[in-house]
């Protein structure tokens, strides 16, 4: 349930209101709108009836949020969100983009891909250090050292890192390395590593999981966000299928459902997503027709070469030209990378 308050209700009124919220045993979740204040009461609130609060001084109105995700709701947060990370706002009315190699390999191989994918357009930079594999005989990531490398890149082309963390035991560690916290989608459900990054107040890029529904996604964020942490990016990497052609398929509808469903930017992975580098750009184009507020791309300068992804990876070439695109779609949307 949402309490929303009257544009003029005074801070009494809306510490009244938290008060009756608390006493009923309930938490509360504080939105200040630049037009007016809106209260989250979180918990099992169904038993109770509205008018407990709509006759409170200072209360507009009340909305029973009928979703099972509350603070990812649209009904609790009707503006998108816009998180803003080192001067760049990832949910307005920019387009980011974020690209770079699926995993860090060398500091020859990030510092050419970094300045390949900035010169190209990019305003993030991605890559991973600690590596989810099918294989434990696949490259596992640099780890640590990946880690150093992302700074070093970061500091360098002064670009803000999206790394994945994949345990919650790591969230400290990677965060004094990264601006944003990538859950991969084979941990969209690991509810302890979303426990930890709820706990922080980094940037978090919440991948979809492999067999998730949409729901579930948002339940997962509904987990980051419950915890206190309120910046959080969702990501439609492509959904596991009957369909063996492509390595997953590109959920294409999630992006305005979540647009519809939710206030937290969408980011679009058309690489995961598809699996194969020609179907890379038509897909990232799709998806900011659709509304996506991003895309994240592999990037490789020689991809037949890569340790993880080649078959998926652009190259920077390839990538600039896909830029290009987008940037336009982004226009004819009113949007603007
Ligand atoms: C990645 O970004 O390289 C990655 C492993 O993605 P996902 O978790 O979506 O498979
Ligand atoms: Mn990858």
Redesign the pocket.
């Known amino acids: 349930m949402v309490i929303v308050m009257k544009h003029n209700a005074t801070k009494q009124e809306i510490d009244e209101v938290v008060a009756e919220i608390h006493a009923l045993g309930f938490k509360d979740h504080l939105s200040s709108g630049e037009e007016r204040t809106i209260i989250g009461v979180i918990g099992d609130e169904r038993p109770i009836d509205p008018e407990h609060f709509e006759i409170l001084d200072g209360v507009e109105r009340v909305v029973r949020i009928l979703h099972p995700f509350k603070l990812a709701s649209r009904d609790f947060h009707p503006e998108d969100s816009v998180i803003k990370i080192n001067g760049i706002s990832v949910g307005g009315n920019q387009v980011i983009v974020m690209a770079g190699p699926?995993?860090v390999e060398s500091r020859e191989q990030l510092m050419e891909t970094a300045a390949a994918v900035k010169e190209a357009g990019a305003t993030v930079l991605?890559g991973?250090a600690f590596?989810?594999r099918t294989s434990p005989y696949a490259f596992q990531g640099l780890g640590l050292k990946g880690l150093e490398l992302l700074r070093e890149a970061h500091d360098t082309y002064r670009m803000p890192i999206v790394t994945?963390v994949m345990a919650s035991q790591d969230v400290s560690l990677v965060a004094q390395y990264a601006d944003i916290l990538?859950v991969?989608?084979?941990?969209m459900q690991n509810f302890s590593l979303l426990h930890a990054l709820g706990e922080t107040q980094k940037p978090v890029l919440l991948?979809r999981g492999?067999m998730s529904t949409v729901e579930e996604l948002l339940m997962a964020a509904e987990y980051i966000l419950s915890h206190g942490n309120q910046r959080v990016m969702l990501?439609e990497?492509g959904i596991r299928t009957f369909e063996t052609a492509t390595r997953n398929t590109f959920d294409i509808n999630a992006i305005p459902l979540l647009k519809q469903l939710t206030h937290l930017p969408v980011i679009a992975?058309p690489s995961?997503g598809t699996g194969k580098w020609e179907l890379v750009t038509p897909v990232a184009r799709a998806a900011i027709a659709a509304g996506a507020d991003g895309i994240?791309v592999?990037v490789h300068c020689n991809p037949a070469h890569a340790l993880?992804?080649g078959a998926q990876s652009l190259k920077p070439a390839k990538f600039a030209e896909l830029v290009n695109d987008i940037r336009r779609i982004a226009q004819a949307v009113g949007r603007m990378v």
């Open positions: 699926c995993s991605r991973g590596k989810p994945e990538q991969g989608a084979r941990n991948k492999l990501c990497r992975d995961h994240i592999e993880s992804d």
